[in-house]
């Protein structure tokens, strides 16, 4: 069964530093693109970052390029989001994705529409 668990999420105060985890269980994610999403209530989901299958390329939104890191540990099965100079408007649900068409883009894609499985999201409030 494929599962995606998402964890690392929590208040933080403006300026401040949280690592999401996104973490693989029922299949081999070093197969597959992933991506980070975020949604606040009454907005639709969007996208953050994404990284690649093969050869570990990724790509940011610009709202969060240059303070959002996305990475992956195969041997934890697990793909991370570093995430520093945090900001309020940063406050959302993150969720992470693979799956469906994401592994046909080049590198990635930030599209929603294009992951099938989805974790059950972890919540980020920055606020002081």
């Known amino acids: 069964q494929v599962q995606l668990v998402e964890s690392g999420g929590g208040l933080v105060q403006p300026g401040g530093s949280l690592r999401l985890s996104c973490a693989a269980s029922g299949f081999a994610l070093d197969s597959y693109a992933v991506g980070w999403f975020r949604q606040v209530p009454g907005k639709e989901r969007e996208g953050v970052s994404c990284i690649s299958s093969s050869n570990g390329r990724t790509y940011h939104a610009g709202s969060v390029k240059g303070r959002f890191t996305i990475s992956r540990d195969n041997a934890e099965n697990t793909v991370y989001l570093q995430m520093n100079s945090l900001k309020p408007e940063d406050t959302a649900v993150y969720y992470c994705?693979?799956?469906?068409?994401?592994?046909?883009?080049?590198?990635?894609?930030?599209?929603?529409?294009?992951?099938?499985?989805w974790g059950q999201g972890t919540q980020v409030t920055v606020s002081s």
């Open positions: 994705a693979t799956g469906g068409y994401s592994g046909t883009y080049y590198p990635c894609t930030i599209d929603r529409d294009e992951y099938d499985y």
